[in-house]
């Protein structure tokens, strides 16, 4: 007898494979709108992430060839400047530079100051995923990291949860790894950098941002022994592949 998932079950297996053919949810798909249109959204996402992993970007020697000179536009008498004038721009582009260096260092210790934060909510916005016991299949582990960057390379020990989710204005994979001492939470974050490593200890989470070749990799657990051990593993066990 099949077991009666509820949307937020459901939506966890969607999350994690929008085609997700598991009998319970297909036979939860089959008797709600609410859930097939959040898989509809997942497929859509999904393509369009898979569409701009394949995008070729030109390497930077082929933009130092481009003749970029047909594009700049002229105008009668643009070289001669008044003498009195002539230090204005540079003088405005000073202020301009000024004001965003300024602007920069606030948003920086603001952004610092905050990762703590939006990990814990994040993980608290799903509690269901500590409900997960059974080990997910490392073919599904490996598809799911791709869908955010991620190429799995290693052994990530035993992932009971993963899924791909926003998390600060991008998709990354959120995943669910047990440990002797229980679950430990993991965010794997490529192009999210931090200058060194953050420790959180907030609301019984324990755990670190980890600078991780110009992204990072968060780990959160009961306690530091279990969250160093995870992280120990996981930069061993992925590469960006962004």
């Not at 959160?220 to 593993?233: C, I, T, Y």
Request: glycine share 8%.
């Amino acid at each position: 007898m099949l077991k009666d998932l509820n949307c937020n079950e459901c939506q966890e297996f969607l999350g994690a494979d929008p085609d997700c053919t598991v009998p319970e949810v297909v036979n939860h798909l089959s008797g709600c709108d609410t859930c097939r249109q959040f898989q509809m959204e997942c497929q859509r996402l999904d393509s369009l992430l898979m569409q701009a992993l394949k995008v070729d970007a030109p390497s930077a020697s082929e933009l130092m060839d481009i003749d970029y000179s047909d594009t700049v536009v002229k105008f009668p008498g643009s070289d001669r400047q008044p003498t009195s004038n002539r230090f204005i721009p540079f003088a405005m582009a000073a202020s301009v530079l000024l004001v965003l260096a300024a602007s920069f260092l606030s948003w920086q210790g603001a952004n610092e100051e905050s990762w703590a934060k939006d990990i814990i909510a994040h993980v608290e916005h799903e509690p269901g995923a500590f409900a997960f016991t059974a080990a997910v299949p490392k073919t599904k582990v490996i598809q799911v990291a791709q869908r955010t960057g991620v190429r799995v390379q290693g052994d990530l020990g035993e992932v009971t949860y993963i899924k791909a989710c926003p998390f600060r204005g991008r998709m990354v994979t959120h995943l669910i790894t047990q440990t002797e001492k229980g679950p430990v939470t993991v965010l794997l974050l490529p192009g999210e950098t931090v200058e060194k490593p953050e420790h959180i200890d907030e609301e019984g989470y324990v755990g670190t941002v980890l600078p991780f070749n110009g992204g990072s990799i968060v780990v959160v657990g009961g306690d530091a022994e279990s969250a160093q051990e995870v992280q120990k593993r996981m930069s061993s066990s992925v590469v960006w592949d962004i």
